[in-house]
């Protein structure tokens, strides 16, 4: 028994997906393994934190909607 290559089995699955009507999409993400990763998250967090306090409309926006979910409080 032949064995495909690796190359011509991925084009096959590939080609199967395209068929499907779906396209390949490269996305980069944060690399999670970097030392200052958490560093950074941390930074970001502050300024969506900062952010949020200073929205008082958000806030109340929030507050409502928490408040329509049964068994959550704020």
Do not use: Y
């Not at 999409?25 to 949020?52: G, N, Y």
């Amino acid at each position: 028994m032949a064995t495909i290559p690796v190359n011509a089995r991925v084009q096959k699955h590939r080609d199967a997906l395209r068929r499907a009507g779906l396209r390949p999409v490269q996305i980069w993400v944060p690399d999670t393994r970097r030392p200052d990763f958490a560093q950074e998250c941390r930074r970001q967090s502050l300024i969506a934190a900062q952010a949020d306090l200073a929205d008082a409309d958000m806030q109340r926006f929030m507050d409502e909607a928490v408040a329509d979910v049964a068994g959550w409080t704020a």
